[in-house]
C-alpha cells in the first residue's frame, strides 16, 4: 500500500503514526500537491493529502477515512469497541483535526497572499478557534498510556504542526499539554520517525 503524504502535513503525520503503531506496513510517498503529481491527482481528485492507495487499487481520503481502514485492517488498533468511548475518540480526533485546519487556514493566508492583501481579521478569527480548542484539551488533557488510539495519535500530529508553524505561540498556560507530548512519547517511542 502507498500513502502520497508531505512531512509538515498533520494530517499525514497522524495518519503514518497511527500506521506504524498498528503495524500496518505503508509505502510513504512524499507528493508535492502545488505541482498536482499525477500519481496523487489518479488516486484522488481533489489532489489532497495523505491518501492511500490499497494493494487492490482501490484510493481512500480523507485522513479520518485512512484511520478507520487502518482500525479495520489491523482487528480495530485504533478505536474502541465500545460505543461511548468510540465516540469520545473520534470527538478528540475531530477537535484536533480541527485545529489543524484552522492553522493551515492562517498559514495558507500568508503563503498565498502579499502581505497587504493578508485579511488580518480572518485570521484572527481562526486562531481564536485554535485557542479555544487548546484551552479546552488543557483542561481536558486525555488520558494516555500504551493503549494507544486515534485521537492521541491526533493530538500528537496538531502539537507536531504548532511546533513546526507557531514554536512559542501556544504554550504558555498550557502545561498539562506541554507535559503531555512526554507521556505520548513515552507510550509511542517511535514519534522521533515522524519528525520530518
Known sequence: M????????????????AAH????????????TATDPADLIANNPLGKIPTLETDDGRSIF??????????????????????????????????CDGICDSLL?????????????????AMDRQWQKVVRALDHLEAHVPQTGPNLHAGHFALA??????DLRFEGQWQDGRQR????RETFAQAFPDVALFRS
Open 177 to 180: 499539554l506541554v507535559d503531555w
Open 62 to 95: 480523507d485522513s479520518r477515512s485512512i484511520m478507520h481502514f487502518i482500525d479495520r485492517e489491523t482487528g480495530g488498533t485504533l478505536y474502541p469497541q465500545d460505543a461511548r468511548h468510540c465516540t469520545d475518540v473520534e470527538v478528540l480526533e475531530a477537535l
Open 2 to 17: 502507498k500513502l502520497y503524504y508531505s512531512p509538515a502535513s498533520p494530517y499525514s503525520a497522524k495518519v503514518r503514526m
Open 21 to 32: 503503531f498498528a503495524g500496518l506496513k505503508l509505502e510513504a510517498v512524499l507528493s508535492d
Open 105 to 121: 487556514a492562517i498559514v495558507y493566508e500568508k503563503r498565498t497572499r502579499p502581505e497587504d492583501k493578508q485579511h488580518q481579521p
Open 157 to 162: 500530529a496538531a502539537l507536531r504542526y504548532l
